[in-house]
C-alpha cells in the first residue's frame, strides 16, 4: 500500500525534473517513456488575445497497462483564503496532498490551519512559496514536526496567503486517488502575467502536470465562441523553470499557435505509436 503514496509524494513533493523525449518504435513516434523520471510542475494556458470564451481541464493519472488510475481537475481560482477537507489515516493509507502555486513576482507565505472534526484548532504552519513556483505536500508532512498533531485526522485545513496563489487538493486511498474542491473564501483574482506573453487577464492556471515513469497528463482546452481562438500552453517545473514534455509527437515546454475551433475543443496529450492517449 506504501508504493502508491511513495510515488504521488515523489509527484507532489520533489520529481526529478528532466524530460524523456519520445521513443521509436516501429518507426512511429511514442511519446511515452515509462522508464523515465517522473517530473511535474504546472502549466499556464494562455489566449493570443483576451478572452472569455475559453475554457479548460485536465486529467492525470499512472498508466497500468491499458488502463489508468486518473483525476479530472478544473483548475481553480486564485486565492488568499481556502479551506479543504482532510481525512488521513495511516492504517487505511488515506492521506490528502496539497499542491500549491504562486505565480505572482514576489514570495508568498502561505499559513495551513488543521482542524478536527469538531472545530477545534490542532495547529499551524507557515511556508514560504517562492515567487512563481510550486511548493507539495501530505498533510501529514507539513504537520510532521508538530508533535501535539495525530497522525490520522478528520477536519478540515484552513489556507491562507498573503497573495493569491492556486491551491489543489488529491485525496488518497492506497492507489485511489481523486480530485478534492478547494472552497474559495476569497474574491477571485485574475492570473498575473508569467513572462513575455505567458499568463495576464483571461489565462488559466493548472496547478499540478505529471509526466515520466508512467504518469501521464491530457490538458483540454475549449472555445465557447463563435469564431476560432489561437492559444498557447507553458509547462513549468516545480521551481519555475521550464519543464519539457512530449505531446502530440511534440517535445516542448511552450506549444504554441495552437488553434481552437469556434465551439470546439483541442486535446494535447502524450501519444502512443497509434496516436492515442492514456485518457
Do not use: C, Y
Not at 65 to 94: C, E, H, M, W, Y
Not at 124 to 144: C, D, G, H, N
Not at 184 to 210: E, K
Request: glycine share 10%; hydrophobic share 40%.
Amino acid at each position: 500500500m506504501r508504493k502508491p503514496l511513495v510515488i504521488f509524494s515523489v509527484l507532489l513533493i520533489g520529481f526529478s525534473l528532466m524530460l524523456a523525449f519520445a521513443q521509436e518504435r516501429g518507426g512511429s513516434r511514442d511519446d511515452h517513456d515509462d522508464k523515465g523520471p517522473i517530473q511535474a510542475g504546472f502549466a499556464v494556458i494562455t489566449a493570443s488575445s483576451t478572452s472569455s470564451s475559453m475554457a479548460a481541464f485536465e486529467t492525470f493519472g499512472m498508466r497500468q497497462g491499458q488502463d489508468a488510475t486518473q483525476a479530472g481537475v478544473l483548475p481553480p481560482s486564485l486565492t488568499t483564503s481556502a479551506i479543504l477537507f482532510v481525512d488521513s489515516n495511516g492504517r487505511l493509507s488515506k492521506n490528502l496532498g496539497v499542491a500549491i502555486v504562486n505565480p505572482n513576482s514576489s514570495n508568498a507565505n502561505v499559513t495551513l490551519t488543521l482542524r478536527k472534526n469538531d472545530g477545534t484548532s490542532l495547529g499551524s504552519t507557515t511556508m514560504t512559496v517562492p515567487a512563481r513556483q510550486q511548493m507539495s505536500k501530505f498533510i501529514t508532512e507539513l504537520f510532521a514536526n508538530e508533535a501535539s498533531i495525530p497522525k490520522d485526522v478528520t477536519g478540515t485545513v484552513a489556507i491562507t496567503s498573503t497573495s493569491p496563489v492556486s491551491v489543489i487538493g488529491l485525496r488518497f486511498r492506497g492507489k485511489n486517488f481523486s480530485t478534492l474542491p478547494v472552497t474559495n473564501l476569497s474574491p477571485s483574482t485574475s492570473v498575473p502575467v508569467i513572462s513575455t506573453g505567458v499568463g495576464g487577464a483571461g489565462s488559466i492556471l493548472l496547478p499540478q502536470f505529471a509526466a515520466g515513469g508512467g504518469w501521464a497528463t491530457e490538458i483540454v482546452i475549449a472555445n465557447t465562441g463563435t469564431s476560432s481562438m489561437t492559444v498557447r500552453v507553458d509547462l513549468f517545473k516545480q521551481d519555475g523553470t521550464a519543464l519539457t514534455a512530449s505531446l502530440n509527437g511534440q517535445s516542448a515546454s511552450s506549444f504554441t499557435n495552437i488553434v481552437v475551433p469556434a465551439g470546439g475543443v483541442f486535446v494535447l496529450a502524450p501519444r502512443n505509436e497509434n496516436g492515442d492517449d492514456d485518457f
